[in-house]
């Protein structure tokens, strides 16, 4: 099979809803747990008016629904200072790409993937993969140690529409499809 080829120039705005994507798609299973969280603090505050007595004890179900609701609360500090931190990093990158007119290739082919701009090359087996899944018309190729972020490729493009379907058939038959949580 021949090499599939991704090549063009930098565009701030595809880079940054990408991002926002990722960052969104890696924080799903927190906002999950936050919802969680506030479903039990409203649980165990039920429990502990229920079960309320006139004597002076505190309801270990209200302290224990407190405790949820601060768990929750911060999960979604956490969540809101990661994501200034993210969408200024982001904004930055972007800046300097576009200062310098990078280009972004990947390149799919039946031995590894390979991806190159103006500051780096480099080349992953597909064993490097932990999985693939597809999350808001993007693939996201998600690498076992996260040292290197993911991979993400826009479905949404018609103008790669071939690509991405060609991509899909190589990816399907080398990696594990996880469902978005």
Known sequence: MDTIVFDSPFDKEA??????????YTWKKNKKQTKKFLISFIILLGLGLLTRTNHGTSNPFVIAGIFSLCIAGLI????????????RIMKEV?????????EFTFEIFEEAFRFSDFQKKLEFKWSAFSHYTIYKG?????????????????????SEAE?????LKIIKNKLEYVETP
Do not use: M
Not at 138 to 158: C, M, Q, R, W
């Open 15 to 24: 880079f940054i809803r990408s991002n926002k994507v990722f960052w969104d």
């Open 76 to 87: 979604g500090l956490l969540r809101f200072f990661s994501w200034r931190r993210h969408n």
């Open 94 to 102: 972007a800046d300097e790409y576009e200062k310098v007119n990078s």
């Open 138 to 158: 993007y693939i996201i190729l998600v690498p076992k140690h996260s040292f290197s972020g993911a991979f993400l490729f826009d479905t949404n493009d018609e």
């Open 163 to 167: 690509k991405c379907q060609q991509t």
